[in-house]
Antibody
Framework: QVQLVESGGGVVQPGRSLRLSCAAS????????MHWVRQAPGKGLEWVAV????????YYADSAKGRFTISRDNSKNTLFMEVNSLRSEDTAVYFC??????????????WGQGTLVTVSS | DIQMTQSPSTLSASVGDRVTITCRAS??????LAWYQQKPGKAPKLLIY???SLERGVPSRFSGSGSGTEFTLTISSLQPDDFATYYC????????FGQGTKVEIK
C-alpha cells in the first residue's frame, strides 16, 4: 500500500536551516509529481511547493519563493524540502502529498502523517 | 492567485443530520475541485475530486456538486466518524485550499 513518511522536523532557532524528508513506498515513486503542504498550529492547509516526477520542474507558492527548495532522489524514493532562514511563521506541520497520475489537472490522493517544525529561540 | 472561501467556518450538527458545506472560488475553476477530510493530528483524506466524483472507498453519504465558482459538499446523514474538519481545494491553477469547515457535535 502507498506510504509516505515524513521526518526531519523539530525545534529550530530563527535564521537556521532545516531539511525535511519524505520516504515513499508502495508505488513507483519516479512516475509521480510530489508536493509539500504545511499547516500552522490551529490553522488551515497551505500548499507550498511541487516537483515533477523527474525533478526537472519545481513550482512554489509565493510565500515559499526564495527560502524553500524542493528536491527528490528517485533512486532512494525520497522527497526533500530545504528551508533556509527560518522564521516563526514557518512553524507548522509539513505534509508531503502525492499528486494523482493521468490527465491534467491533478489533485492529491495520498498524504503523509506530517512532521512538526517549531521555530523558536 | 485563486482564493477559496468556505462557509460556514464551524458547523454544529447531530448524528443523522444532513450537512452542507459551501466553497466559493474567486474565479471560475470549472469542475477542478477536491474535498478532503482531516481529523486532529492526522493527514487529510481525499473524499471527492472533480467536484462530484467520489473517491474509492468513501461512503456514499458524501456527495459533491457545483461548477464554475460555487461548490457544495453534502453529508446526507452525519455519522459519529464524520466529525472532522473539511477542506475544499482548487487545482485548476496551481493549488489552493479553503480555510476549512469544522463539523462539531451539537
Amino acid at each position: 500500500q502507498v506510504q509516505l513518511v515524513e521526518s526531519g522536523g523539530g525545534v529550530v532557532q530563527p535564521g537556521r536551516s532545516l531539511r525535511l524528508s519524505c520516504a515513499a513506498s508502495g508505488f513507483t515513486f519516479s512516475t509521480y509529481s510530489m508536493h509539500w503542504v504545511r499547516q500552522a498550529p490551529g490553522k488551515g492547509l497551505e500548499w507550498v511547493a511541487v516537483i515533477s516526477n523527474d525533478g526537472g520542474i519545481e513550482y512554489y507558492a509565493d510565500s515559499a519563493k526564495g527560502r524553500f527548495t524542493i528536491s527528490r532522489d528517485n533512486s532512494k524514493n525520497t522527497l526533500f524540502m530545504e528551508v533556509n532562514s527560518l522564521r516563526s511563521e514557518d512553524t507548522a506541520v509539513y505534509f508531503c502529498a502525492r499528486e494523482t497520475s493521468g490527465a491534467l489537472p491533478r489533485y492529491f490522493d495520498y498524504w503523509g502523517q506530517g512532521t512538526l517544525v517549531t521555530v523558536s529561540s | 492567485d485563486i482564493q477559496m472561501t468556505q462557509s460556514p467556518s464551524t458547523l454544529s450538527a447531530s448524528v443523522g443530520d444532513r450537512v452542507t458545506i459551501t466553497c466559493r472560488a474567486s474565479q471560475s475553476i470549472s469542475g477542478w475541485l477536491a474535498w478532503y477530510q482531516q481529523k486532529p493530528g492526522k493527514a487529510p483524506k481525499l473524499l471527492i475530486y472533480k467536484a462530484s466524483s467520489l473517491e474509492r472507498g468513501v461512503p456514499s453519504r458524501f456527495s459533491g456538486s457545483g461548477s464554475g465558482t460555487e461548490f457544495t459538499l453534502t453529508i446526507s446523514s452525519l455519522q459519529p466518524d464524520d466529525f472532522a474538519t473539511y477542506y475544499c481545494q482548487q487545482y485548476s491553477l496551481a493549488w489552493t485550499f479553503g480555510q476549512g469547515t469544522k463539523v462539531e457535535i451539537k
